[in-house]
């Protein structure tokens, strides 16, 4: 959780710097994208339920707060980077695009300790399952 706040307060102050250069071009102008770079596991329309409804809004740091607020808690993402970029030379509209890090992925389950338990008993019980984003709340959840 602390990273968290720290990488939201570090994006927070890199975009402060970065609006003082550029006067902040993109407030106020509509959302006409939203991209991602960096996606190895976590499946673009996975992320479309979060990302949709900003689509076409009018673009506040509010807003964009919200919407990073709602993009780190899905706990897919160790680090999400977020930049501006004009849809056209005049700047009429902006597509916000996430550059992110995701949280590593399970590859292997491995039970300790089980004595009379079959694995595919354990396995059909727990909710984490391979190829799943690491979530230290399910983790714990299933131990």
Same mark, same amino acid.
């Given at each position: 959780?602390?990273?968290? @706040?720290?990488?939201?307060?570090?994006?927070?102050?890199?975009?402060?710097?970065?609006?003082?250069?550029?006067?902040?071009?993109?407030?106020?102008?509509?959302?006409?994208?939203?991209?991602?770079?960096?996606?190895?596991?976590?499946?673009?329309?996975? $992320?479309?339920?979060?990302?949709?409804?900003?689509?076409?809004?009018?673009?506040?740091?509010?807003?964009?707060?919200?919407?990073?607020?709602?993009?780190?808690?899905?706990?897919?993402?160790?680090?999400?980077?977020?930049?501006? @970029?004009?849809?056209?030379?005049?700047?009429?509209?902006?597509? $916000?695009?996430?550059?992110?890090?995701?949280?590593?992925?399970?590859?292997?389950?491995?039970?300790?300790?089980?004595?009379?338990?079959?694995?595919?008993?354990?396995?059909?019980? @727990?909710?984490?399952?391979?190829?799943?984003?690491?979530?230290?709340?399910?983790?714990?959840?299933?131990?």
């Amino acid at each position: 959780m602390r990273k968290q @706040i720290i990488v939201v307060l570090l994006t927070f102050l890199a975009m402060f710097a970065f609006g003082q250069q550029t006067e902040d071009w993109y407030v106020g102008k509509p959302i006409k994208n939203i991209t991602f770079e960096g996606l190895k596991h976590v499946k673009t329309t996975e $992320l479309e339920g979060i990302t949709d409804p900003y689509i076409g809004r009018i673009f506040t740091d509010s807003l964009f707060w919200e919407l990073q607020g709602r993009l780190y808690a899905l706990e897919y993402f160790d680090m999400i980077s977020p930049s501006a @970029i004009p849809v056209d030379q005049s700047g009429s509209a902006v597509i $916000l695009k996430f550059k992110v890090k995701e949280k590593p992925v399970i590859s292997r389950i491995e039970f300790e300790g089980n004595n009379g338990i079959r694995r595919n008993e354990l396995l059909d019980v @727990i909710s984490t399952k391979t190829d799943d984003v690491v979530s230290q709340i399910k983790i714990r959840a299933d131990e």
